[in-house]
Nanobody
Framework: GVQLVESGGGSVQAGGSLRLSCAAS????????MGWFRQASGKEREGVAVIYTSGGSTYYADSVKGRFTISQDSASAKSTVYLQMNSLKPEDTATYYC????????????????????WGQGTQVTVSS
């Protein structure tokens, strides 16, 4: 099956930047929906940003548009997706999960958790004021 390996995260002051990475392996389709969800303490998990790996279409939550950028590197056998997070705010504090939907075009329902069959272990992002 698909394996996801996350890296990045950490603690930063408001206004700072962090970059998350997620490397996927073991998939068969060339086009997959891959990206990031997050879950803050006491809240439901929410979609942050995803990318369709064939063509590079991207989708963002309104709360992160203009501050976060999702990109991919498919040059190697592994597809790696990056989330560059700039101008971080305390409300961005959460556990961030890499998500992968095999063979799925992201589309209008990109933030639906049930579309994603594979998840990373999660990485903590803490933004202090």
């Amino acid at each position: 099956g698909v394996q996801l390996v996350e890296s990045g995260g950490g603690s930063v002051q408001a206004g700072g930047s962090l970059r998350l990475s997620c490397a996927a392996s073991g998939y068969s389709y060339s086009g997959n929906c891959m990206g990031w969800f997050r879950q803050a303490s006491g809240k439901e998990r929410e979609g942050v940003a995803v990318i369709y790996t064939s063509g590079g279409s991207t989708y963002y939550a309104d709360s992160v548009k203009g501050r976060f950028t999702i990109s991919q590197d498919s040059a190697s056998a592994k597809s790696t997706v990056y989330l560059q997070m700039n101008s971080l705010k305390p409300e961005d504090t959460a556990t961030y999960y890499c998500a992968f939907a095999a063979g799925l075009w992201c589309g209008g329902s990109w933030s639906r958790e049930g579309n994603f069959g594979y998840w990373g272990q999660g990485t903590q992002v803490t933004v202090s004021s």
